[in-house]
């Protein structure tokens, strides 16, 4: 069984960093394209990141270029976003899944693209 658990989200104040991670079971994790999503109250999921099997090519969202980072440890079955600069607009559930199919830029940012997802994490940044 496939399993994907977020941990690491809480409350900060803006400006703040929060690091959340993902840990997976039940899959190949070093086959797996990485994928970070966030969803706000009342608003549609919207992509964060992503990162290749090795790790080499990450993608990130116009709204979380240049203070966001997505890395992962194959050896750990993890993947993890190092979220800095925090916003109130960040404030949302976060979820990471996994995407069997090669890193391809055009379809990493599609929530259809994924075939496994975890349950959320809740990022709340306060003004």
């Known amino acids: 069984q496939v399993q994907l658990v977020e941990s690491g989200g809480g409350w900060v104040e803006a400006g703040g960093s929060l690091r959340l991670s993902c840990t997976t079971s039940?899959?190949?994790?070093?086959?797996?394209?990485m994928g970070w999503f966030r969803q706000a109250p009342g608003k549609e999921r919207e992509f964060v990141a992503a990162?290749?099997?090795?790790?080499?090519?990450?993608y990130y969202g116009d709204s979380v270029k240049g203070r966001f980072t997505i890395s992962r440890d194959n050896a750990k079955n993890t993947v993890r976003l190092q979220m800095n600069s925090l916003k109130p607009e960040d404030t949302a559930v976060y979820y990471c899944?996994?995407?069997?199919?090669?890193?391809?830029?055009?379809?990493?940012?599609?929530?259809?693209?994924?075939?496994?997802w975890g349950q959320g994490t809740q990022v709340t940044v306060s003004s």
């Open positions: 899944a996994a995407d069997r199919r090669a890193f391809r830029l055009a379809l990493v940012t599609s929530t259809r693209e994924y075939d496994y």
């Open positions: 990162i290749s099997w090795s790790g080499e090519r990450t």
């Open positions: 039940g899959l190949t994790f070093s086959t797996y394209v």
